[in-house]
């Protein structure tokens, strides 16, 4: 099968290989769509050490169950749990379901977490190999495109309700125009934000955003930054700042601009440390949090949102064929990527 494999830093190549064997309790799906998360983004220049060559990343995808129990695609009768031929997406997250997080309800934070396409091959191929428990099956009719952004929604839902949580029709800053970026600030529209302001310092990205409707943009580097802001919501600040790019800068700035009282919430997986004027914070009351992947109910939560129409692909994204995955994360890198997210069509 055709697959896109991560060799090396800033090096993907597309290769050939062996179709992947289902083991028990797993099913095969052929990958219709499949995303670039910016998370690979930052394995592909080498900085990420969860992940290590040779790789078939991938998990943000959307495909079709060929193989399910101890059925194939094109023999007679059916799976057991009716999974053959349907049209699914699947949640990465693997956890063991023993330890106290898990039991706590947060796999996320399982101690032996692990991700599709980060600890075992992912979908950037044509056919990809998922634990049974993974699948969410979805409408026959659903756009794959549109479903392959399940995991991404269902990371920004979680933390965008959690930044929103104490801050009814809260005014909203959200740095990152990527994909994260949009999709927080389209849920925070969604669960009530009363304004939202999307800061980046891609002008296409953010002229893309200002394109979506129902968004405010600035760039930080443009000048009078800080007064934008307060010109958007007072002279406090905003309610919530939710930081998707992740670097010292961003996070420098979330806690100056953030109101007293206000939530920053940090899911901008950036840089690994950045000082911070932690006195400043106690004294404010400023709420620091982090968030990382989602639980089960924020993915079918996503996944509902996407079936709904209440979220969608349209104006943001971009579809190209699975071969030209090389030169998509040269794009991705070198910013000369305009849209929020570039799907894949293996």
């Known amino acids: 099968m055709k697959t896109l494999v991560w060799t090396g830093v800033e090096t993907m190549e597309v290769r050939e290989t062996a179709a992947p064997a289902r083991k028990p309790g797993e099913v095969l799906v052929r990958v219709e769509a499949v995303g670039i998360c910016g998370s690979e983004i930052e394995g592909y220049l080498g900085h990420n050490s969860l992940r290590v ?47 106290a997080s898990c ?47 399940a995991e991404p929604l269902a990371c920004s839902l979680r933390a965008t309700r959690r930044a929103l949580e104490r801050h009814p029709l809260a005014g909203t800053l959200v740095f990152g125009a990527g994909g994260i970026g949009l999709l927080c600030a389209m ?22 955003a200002g394109s979506l409707g129902g968004f405010e943009t600035a760039n930080p580097q443009g000048g009078a930054f800080d007064e934008r802001v307060r010109a958007a919501f007072g002279e406090d600040g905003p309610d919530a700042v939710i930081d998707a790019a992740g670097f010292r800068p961003t996070r420098e700035a979330a806690l100056r601009l953030v109101r007293p009282g206000g939530t920053v919430m940090n899911i901008g997986l950036g840089v690994d440390e950045t000082p911070l004027p932690i006195n400043y914070a106690i004294r404010s009351e400023i709420e620091l949090l982090g968030s990382f992947c989602y639980s089960r109910q ?49």
Request: one cysteine or more; glycine letters at 10%; charged letters at 25%.
């Open 53 to 99: 060559p040779p790789l078939v990343m991938g998990h943000e995808f959307c495909g079709t169950v060929t193989e399910a129990g101890d059925e194939r695609s094109g023999e007679a009768g059916a799976s057991a749990d009716g999974l053959l031929g349907r049209r699914v997406v699947v949640n990465p997250l693997v956890s063991c379901g023993d330890c």
């Open 298 to 346: 924020d993915f079918h939560d996503a996944v509902r949102l996407l079936a709904d129409g209440r979220i969608t692909e349209r104006g943001w994204t971009e579809i190209r064929p699975l071969e030209a995955g090389p030169d998509a994360f040269a794009d991705l890198v070198a910013g000369r990527v305009t849209v929020g997210k570039i799907v894949l069509r293996p």
């Open 103 to 149: 039991r706590r309800g947060l796999p996320q934070l399982c101690a032996k977490r692990a991700l599709v396409g980060v600890h075992r091959p992912g979908a950037f191929g044509e056919l990809v190999a998922v634990p049974r428990s993974a699948v969410v099956p979805v409408a026959a009719d659903m756009d794959p495109f549109r479903a392959a952004l």
């Open 187 to 208: 849920t925070a529209k969604l669960l009530g934000a009363s304004r939202v302001l999307i800061a980046d310092t891609n002008e296409r990205r953010l002229a893309l």
